[in-house]
T-cell receptor, first 115, second 109 residues
Framework: DTGVSQDPRHKITKRGQNVTFRCDPI?????LYWYRQTLGQGPEFLTY????????KSRLLSDRFSAERPKGSFSTLEIQRTEQGDSAMYLC?????????????FGAGSRLTVL | KNEVEQSPQNLTAQEGEFITINCSYS?????LHWLQQHPGGGIVSLFM???GKKKHGRLIATINIQEKHSSLHITASHPRDSAVYIC???????????FGKGTKLTVNP
């Protein structure tokens, strides 16, 4: 149990379709991060939230990507007009509560395949 | 050049061998993390280091801030240690983690 639920675990879609991923931390966390991991690579930072506020966005997050955390608990990541290059694992990571915190927690991820 | 470089990219060992995975970084950091990722599985946090050395069971992690280098050691390796090991650094003054590409370890019985 990672303490984080991500849904769906795997999404296969056709190019041009919109997809939405959801992240539900089991316990309360002020911070929540989204990362993307492509095959054979380490994760890459996409964006992070402090409560409801989206405080930092990577240049990887094009205008086709939008993330929300409306109530400061769960978060969604939407990709519009998907492209084959969007195929990746999308990882959600709640916390850590402070930059010096010892443990990082990641969800199992949502794998996107764009045909 | 990536800000975080890991070596080797792939490592195959026999059960019982001593394993070393290296991580070098080029930016100022506030912390360095070692993570483990099993095939199809999530990422598990192993260590967070800002200085010195930490040990947990058969795993040992060290960091040299001056040389911008960290190592992860596994003593008496076992097939269940087979996984991808990822080094990640938190840049000073940033919330962002920068990850290495990972080292794929295979331990054969």
């Amino acid at each position: 149990d990672t303490g984080v639920s991500q849904d769906p675990r795997h999404k296969i879609t056709k190019r041009g379709q919109n997809v939405t991923f959801r992240c539900d931390p089991i316990s309360e966390h002020n911070r929540l991060y989204w990362y993307r991991q492509t095959l054979g690579q380490g994760p890459e930072f996409l964006t992070y939230f402090q409560n409801e506020a989206q405080l930092e966005k990577s240049r990887l997050l094009s205008d086709r990507f939008s993330a929300e955390r409306p109530k400061g608990s769960f978060s969604t990541l939407e990709i519009q007009r998907t492209e084959q290059g969007d195929s990746a694992m999308y990882l959600c990571a709640p916390g850590p509560e402070a930059p010096g915190a010892n443990v990082l927690t990641f969800g199992a991820g949502s794998r996107l395949t764009v045909l | 050049k990536n800000e975080v470089e890991q070596s080797p990219q792939n490592l195959t060992a026999q059960e019982g061998e001593f394993i070393t995975i290296n991580c070098s970084y080029s930016v100022g950091i506030s912390a360095l993390h070692w993570l483990q990722q099993h095939p199809g599985g999530g990422i598990v946090s192993l260590f967070m280091l800002s200085s010195g050395k930490k040990k947990h069971g058969r795993l040992i992690a060290t960091i040299n801030i001056q040389e911008k280098h960290s190592s992860l050691h596994i003593t008496a390796s076992h097939p269940r240690d087979s996984a991808v090991y990822i080094c990640a650094v938190r840049q000073g003054g940033s919330e962002k983690l920068v990850f290495g590409k990972g080292t794929k370890l295979t331990v054969n019985p």
